[in-house]
């Protein structure tokens, strides 16, 4: 079975910085892109940011300038380093992993359990 635990979340005041960790762990699995998404309270889940196994990276045009997603394919896991955060991003983020576990040649969609960010003005 295959998990991803984030970590990293918190309360913070606006223009300040968090970053949250994405971490796949479980029996012998391949994980091709990672993603961050958020869905904050009464909205639909939205992306946030996106990373593929070779690096190439896509932001929603409201974090750009302003979010980083990155990995570290040995430890399977997903960074996300945010900036200048702002009330609005106050959110349930979730981590995404495009995941093929071992008795599988398919690949299914992970998620972790969500951690809050909160940004107080």
């Known amino acids: 079975q295959v998990q991803l635990v984030e970590s990293g979340g918190g309360l913070v005041q606006a223009g300040g910085s968090l970053r949250l960790s994405c971490a796949a762990s479980g029996s012998r699995f391949s994980i091709n892109a990672m993603a961050w998404y958020r869905q904050p309270p009464g909205k639909q889940r939205e992306l946030v940011a996106r990373i593929t196994s070779s690096g190439n990276t896509t932001y929603a045009d409201s974090v750009k300038g302003r979010f980083t997603i990155s990995r570290d394919n040995a430890k399977n896991t997903a960074y996300l380093q945010m900036s200048s955060l702002r009330p609005e991003d106050t959110s349930v983020y979730y981590c995404?992993?495009?995941?093929?576990?071992?008795?599988?040649?398919?690949?299914?969609?992970?998620w972790g359990q969500g951690t809050q960010v909160t940004v107080s003005s």
């Open positions: 995404n992993a495009d995941v093929r576990p071992s008795w599988s040649s398919s690949w299914y969609p992970y």
